[in-house]
């Protein structure tokens, strides 16, 4: 049987440039050159200044681990430390131990996790924990409405109208209720309803939640007969 050719020795020269470089080592530094600018252009390896150092969040580059944040919550600060793939919502209920908005269907459809920020109702599943932080947002939960041991005349009138059954929505409908009557106080029944349309109840207690708003409000108009809305 032949005996076969050693590739190394039958294998051409390799030819060399005059700088000393040969194929293989100039692939090789090409191929170094387009990955780390890659990196750079990225931000991976952009050098960050003092201050970005030192607040990780206003920085170029965030992530993916965790940093320091500080969101201002119902009047007071509050210092977390939390990946930028979190949201608001999962901040409140888990990191906070915030757990009066709901996390129901994490894809604002439902309104359970409805808060204030600066004044707007607005899901919070939909909001992440570091941009509501970097913008310095005034964030206002259910927790915010009364003291401890204390019941929101808002609240009140949700129970005086029945406008809950497993309450599990409640707060949602509750926040986004405040919202509308801080801008309108005295709204009609037409209007409440328009106003808590991004808001789900899985009870169907929609003529109560109404009614709740409506009354909370000082109204005392309402449908003939709402069965047929």
């Known amino acids: 049987m032949p005996k076969r050719e050693d590739p190394k020795e039958t294998a ?5 440039s ?8 100039f692939v090789k530094l090409v191929g170094g050159t387009v990955t780390a600018a890659g990196l750079f252009s990225a931000g991976t390896l952009v050098p960050q200044s003092a201050e970005a150092q030192e607040n990780p969040a206003r920085g ?9 944040i500080t969101l201002k919550i119902n009047g007071a600060p509050h210092k977390l430390t939390v990946e930028p793939r979190v949201t608001l919502l999962t901040a ?11 996390e129901v269907c994490d894809r604002a459809t ?3 996790c409805t808060v204030h920020m600066n004044g707007h109702a607005v899901y919070s599943c939909t909001v992440l924990a570091i941009d509501a932080a970097m913008s310095g947002a005034d964030i206002r939960t259910i927790e915010s409405l009364a003291p401890e041991g204390q ?19 409640t707060p949602g409908f509750v926040m986004a209720a405040k919202a509308y009557l801080d801008t309108n106080p005295h709204p009609t029944y037409e ?12 009870c169907g207690t929609y003529m109560g939640v109404r009614r709740a708003m409506v ?8 449908p003939a007969d709402e069965g047929e809305e």
Do not use: M
């Open 12 to 16: 051409p020269p390799v030819e060399k």
């Open 18 to 25: 005059k700088n000393g470089l040969d194929r293989r080592d």
């Open 60 to 68: 170029k580059v965030i992530g993916p681990g965790a940093v320091p």
């Open 92 to 102: 409140l209920r888990n990191h906070l131990d915030l757990t009066g908005a709901k």
């Open 110 to 112: 439902c309104g359970s």
């Open 151 to 169: 019941v929101h005349p808002l609240s009140a009138a949700f129970v005086a109208n029945d406008g809950q059954q497993c309450g599990f929505c």
């Open 191 to 202: 209007q409440a309803r328009a106003a808590l349309g991004g808001n789900l109840c899985r």
């Open 215 to 222: 009354t909370a409000g000082g109204g005392t108009k309402f």
